[in-house]
């Protein structure tokens, strides 16, 4: 059987037919399925590139090479969608490397000449997995020439060079002295992408190629590399005419950005074109610079559009820089509000940026007691203004219940959060359509988000949960990791009753810093135990978390009882609630129903049935208070506590809940008796407790 | 002899708009209220120079620049009123910040390996909103207007080489910045920056730290000129308005062309 009849065609020297031939045949016989058949038709193919070859190589010695003929349309619809070809099967290096590699050059030469393919990553794709299988001289041979080839496309973007640099190991010519600046040169190219889309680009003629390429590659590259000047002079040169792609429009609104200059009549128009594009098309970061200019030039109708359709695509922070940049000049307050969205929503701006910013506004005495508090988190990170939800209340401002919502996110009490989100949503007059404070309000409901649906999920655990404190069992190797080293700290931040062991496990594993902890826990002002630590007689338990437990209770039924709890009682069920929510946030952060009930002293789930839940409140209330009290000095004087804990234990009985109870409730007395003394002689951290419940 | 800013028809014209360019500095100098004080600039009107003062202006050229003679303080003169003292540190980053956007340039910080640069790129990111792409050229040219009026107190500068100079430092800072404030907060960062690079271990993370939170020796004092700059209502920032007022483009005195030529010939 003859080459031609393996490769089933006549005799020819066309080397593109030989190709072609041979991609055919390959699709019948491959290498790992019919290895001899793939060998029989690997030799026809290189035996009959060879004699093209040797033909070539006798009419270069006649003449010089000519330039091969651009055969492919210059301008085709089908950019893109065209077959790329398929590499050819591996070449064993020998004799023909230098033809080979000079085939591949001509190919390249072929491939750079056409306006369609020379922008199709896929078509360079298929060109290189073709050298990769010449041997390393030629493919060497390839990288050099190759390199000296492209500098005739000077003009083509950078990311042609950039999809060549690794695969023709440009990079190493960085090595090579001689061809350093070369080199140097290329890198710079790649690192130059298109400004516009190559696949628009593609489908434009050699000559509406290089235009467009000429006058916006320049800008593009100067607004790369941050050279304002060039950008100048290139824009006052009027090399950018016309327009045919949005992407140019875009290109010219980030240079007269960069330029400072904002100009009415001149970019209307092309945030008006910018507008009409499909929804998508534009980037969070268009639309903001888009939003930038409606900012500066006054369009507040352009600028909440921009907001709304950074919103929808879930932008949070650019939608909120753009609205404190709208607001800072013009209203204090909603700029405050504004400002803390943004820090809120992943603004990483320094504490010097706010200093300079406080220059801006005006802060006194008679200012609001919001606005103090507001100003503080911007500031310094932390306020101590608003330290419990009961001063809300006092709060006689149309904000109110906005100011509600955002204390209960920044204090981390998720329940209030809960609550407020499930309050009937009373607007204040101005808070209407498009109006700053509207807008605050969906910036803050979207930080509440997550809080919403992790306690929907906690709902359906409540039932399963009890008393998440002292009975707690040890957390095992899994749990501890079940959380990262940030996640504990903020989580033991938080939550000041989280069972005392461990945080001494945390601690011994590095997880916790127990000075850190206490410093930020003082400075946060989320210190329930200093609420619960002053007078009684001021009955502050309307405070967030006790909201959240007669939540908790009217969850489990026990609403009457909550109602009528005694005011300790009640104060108890508040800790408790703090004590209970990192267990509900450590049980829903990828932790198994089974280390749920390991936690919960081993009880399988289903053994906690709603009985059992008033019960194991009442529990945890006495265990709370007699804790929180007899860790005190003056116990003595404070014997009315006791009558309490008694009142409790009746009630506990009369709920019958039976024996059982009663022999808890002793239990626990009877443990809980000998903490002054142990709280004294031991670790730190009990020192450190009894420090925070003295306040 | 007083150097007084002469009345004409218009209110305020190019002259107040020159002095104003000391403001900032001379805020800033308000420091305490004694009057003996060598950097104590308490007292020193706004608007109007006067040459009893040189003794004071005088001390604080020796003390704080090292100025003795006229050559020194035209040549500490130029590097200010060029911006090339300090004004141009981070230059390429200002730039840079101006030509991304917010999420662009966070990607930019996130991107370098060494701390204290990315510290510095913050500080880029955080100073520029109130600079512009200007950066902190405003330290140098506030400080060139200051020691301007300095050097024509204690005699060193001509009345013609003091208008020449103020007419440059005015056209470069018309065209760097927006308003008043932005060049007063240009001045300030700068000098925060400053504060920060003239510490023996600045280049540490820690250090750069205390740059991004504020820390710095100079904040304090910084803090207080804002305040003052805003509770003074004869600082002229207040009034002198900073667009529509045509400011002068002046050649270069012979006085200043003849000294270009002999640190010429001392160069050859």
């Known amino acids: ?695 | 002899m007083t150097y007084t800013t002469p009345t004409g028809a218009a209110r305020w014209n190019h002259q107040h708009w020159w002095l104003t360019l000391a403001a900032p500095m001379l805020s800033f100098q308000r420091r305490c209220s004694c009057s003996n004080c060598v950097n104590c600039a308490q007292g020193h009107p706004w608007l109007r120079i006067e040459h009893e003062d040189s003794g004071t202006y005088r001390n604080m050229l020796e003390r704080d620049w090292g100025i003795t003679s006229y050559d020194d303080l035209h040549e500490i003169l130029q590097s200010l009123a060029t911006c090339s003292m300090h004004g141009e540190s981070l230059e390429e980053e200002y730039s840079h910040y101006a030509c991304m956007t917010p999420a662009a340039w966070q990607q930019f910080c996130n991107q370098g390996q060494d701390p204290v640069y990315q510290g510095l790129l913050r500080f880029v990111g955080l100073s520029a909103p109130y600079t512009g792409r200007a950066g902190i050229r405003g330290f140098d040219l506030a400080r060139g207007a200051y020691m301007t009026r300095a050097g024509l107190a204690c005699g060193l500068l001509s009345q013609e080489e003091f208008e020449f100079l103020h007419s440059y430092m005015a056209l470069r800072a018309k065209g760097m910045f927006d308003s008043w404030h932005q060049y007063t907060l240009s001045m300030f960062f700068g000098r925060i920056y400053w504060g920060w690079s003239t510490q023996d271990d600045a280049s540490t993370p820690r250090r750069v730290e205390e740059l991004l939170a504020g820390e710095c020796p100079v904040r304090e004092n910084i803090r207080l000129s804002m305040q003052r700059i805003a509770a003074e209502p004869e600082c002229p920032m207040h009034f002198v308005p900073w667009d529509g007022i045509e400011l002068p483009d002046l050649d270069l005195p012979a006085s200043m062309r003849a000294r270009e030529e002999r640190a010429q010939e001392a160069q050859a």
């Open chain 1, 1 to 695: 059987m003859s080459i031609w009849q393996t490769l089933g065609i006549d005799a020819t020297r066309d080397e593109s037919t030989i190709r072609s031939a041979y991609r055919q045949q390959l699709r019948d016989c491959h290498p790992e399925t019919d290895p001899e058949g793939f060998q029989r038709l690997r030799d026809a193919f290189e035996q009959a590139m060879a004699q093209t070859a040797e033909t070539e190589q006798d009419v270069a010695v006649a003449a010089p090479p000519e330039k091969t003929p651009v055969t492919e349309p210059l301008y085709t619809e089908q950019t893109g969608t065209e077959p790329a070809p398929e590499p050819s099967a591996p070449v064993p290096s020998g004799e023909g490397d230098s033809s080979r590699a000079s085939q591949q050059m001509q190919l390249m030469q072929q491939l750079l000449d056409d306006p369609a393919r020379r922008l199709d990553r896929r078509q360079w794709q298929s060109w290189l997995d073709t050298c990769s299988t010449l041997s390393l001289a030629a493919q060497s041979q390839i990288s050099h020439q190759a390199s000296v080839l492209m500098l005739d496309y000077r003009w083509l973007p950078g990311d042609l060079v950039d999809w060549l640099w690794q695969p023709l190991d440009w990079a190493m010519l960085l090595r090579d002295q001689a061809q350093q600046s070369l080199a140097e040169h290329l890198d710079y190219w790649r690192r130059n992408h298109s400004a516009l889309p190559l696949n628009w680009l593609a489908q434009q003629s050699h000559n509406r190629q290089r235009a467009l390429l000429n006058s916006f590659q320049p800008l593009s590259a100067a607004l790369q590399q941050g050279n304002i000047g060039y950008i100048s002079f290139l824009l006052h040169n009027d090399s950018v005419t016309s327009f045919e792609h949005p992407s140019q429009a875009l290109l010219l609104l980030r240079c007269w950005r960069a330029l400072d200059f904002f100009d009415h009549d001149r970019a209307m128009p092309l945030l008006d074109w910018l507008l009409q594009q499909p929804p998508g098309w534009l980037s969070a970061d268009d639309l903001y610079v888009m939003g930038e200019f409606a900012v500066r030039c006054n369009n507040e109708k352009l600028m909440f559009h921009l907001v709304d359709q950074l919103l929808e695509q879930q932008h949070p922070l650019q939608a909120s820089q753009l609205l404190y940049l709208w607001y800072q000049p013009r209203n204090q307050v909603l700029s405050c509000w504004l400002g803390l969205q943004m820090k809120r929503h992943g603004d990483a701006r320094a504490p010097m940026f706010w200093h300079a910013e406080q220059q801006l506004y005006t802060l006194d005495e008679q200012s609001p007691l919001a606005l103090h508090w507001l100003c503080d988190l911007l500031w310094q990170g932390h306020s101590n203004h608003i330290r419990q939800a009961q001063q809300l209340a006092e709060i006689s401002d149309c904000h109110t219940q906005l100011l509600a919502l955002q204390w209960g996110l920044m204090a981390g009490d998720q329940a209030f959060v809960t609550r407020q989100l499930e309050l009937p949503f009373s607007a204040p007059v101005s808070l209407v359509d498009h109006d700053g404070w509207y807008y605050v309000d969906r910036l803050i409901r979207l930080q509440a988000a997550p809080v919403s649906e992790q306690l929907a999920r906690w709902h359906t655990l409540l039932p399963a949960l009890g008393d998440a404190n002292a009975e707690a069992p040890p957390l095992n190797d899994q749990q501890l990791q079940a959380l990262g080293a940030v996640q504990w700290q903020e989580l033991v931040i938080r939550y000041h009753a989280l069972p005392e062991h461990w945080q001494h496990q945390l601690t011994e594993r590095g997880l916790i810093n127990p000075k850190a902890v206490q410093a930020m826990q003082q400075t946060c002002g989320i210190t329930p135990q200093l609420e619960w630590e002053q007078d009684a007689s001021q009955n502050t338990a309307t405070g967030a978390a006790s909201e959240s437990a007669s939540e908790e209770s009217a969850a489990t039924g026990d609403e009457t009882e909550s109602e009528q709890m005694p005011e300790h009682a009640t104060n108890a069920l508040l800790l408790f609630a703090y004590a209970a929510l990192p267990l509900y946030w450590f049980v829903l952060g990828d932790v198994s129903a089974d280390q749920v009930s390991q936690l919960l002293n081993g009880a399988p789930l289903e053994a906690i049935d709603g009985l059992w839940l008033p019960l194991a409140y009442l529990l945890t209330s006495l265990h709370l208070t007699l804790r929180i009290y007899m860790a005190q000095p003056e116990l003595k004087k404070r014997s009315r506590n006791l009558l309490v804990a008694l009142g409790l234990i009746s009630a506990t009985l009369f709920s019958g809940s039976g024996w059982l109870a009663l022999m808890t409730v002793l239990h626990q007395l009877i443990c809980y008796g000998e903490l002054p003394d142990s709280g004294k002689d031991s670790s730190d951290k009990d020192s450190s407790d009894n420090k925070d419940t003295k306040g």
